[in-house]
């Protein structure tokens, strides 16, 4: 299992080697596109992200290993490209691991927080915050 820092390394890189930003966010859309499609059922209320202009649904799944994964969608394609980009970092890892890692920081080094509007940026924090507030949950129980 790779650690919420590599991965964030390794996407950091990716984006290193695009160049400007218009090609970042080409690639962040294309991963979205690599997202499975969340289930109608899953499109709802419990599953609905707050404090995000585009709908987004966010499916947290414990597993027995004691790691969460999560599945996201949203109506808009660069949202569920930041979705996608959420989920690498924080799918298949453990909760305690989760709630320690600094988002924001994450954020800098990626270069998202200075090149999204400030819609999107409330949204990619209140995604953020949905996945910590629900591994702090898990952690707790």
Known sequence: MTTIDQELTDLAE???LLG???E?????IELGRELAPLADAERNEANKVRGCASQVWLVTEPQADGTVVFRGDSDAHIVRGLIAVLLRLFSGKTPQAI???D???AFDKLGLAG???AQRSNGL???ATRIRRDA???AAA
Not at 24 to 28: A, G, Q
Request: glycine share 0%; charged share 30%.
């Open 20 to 22: 400007d930003w218009e």
């Open 14 to 16: 990716e984006f290193d």
């Open 115 to 117: 090149h999204l509007s």
């Open 99 to 101: 709630s320690a890692f």
């Open 136 to 138: 702090e949950a898990l």
């Open 24 to 28: 970042r966010y080409r690639y962040v």
């Open 103 to 105: 988002v924001k920081a």
């Open 125 to 127: 924090a209140s995604m």
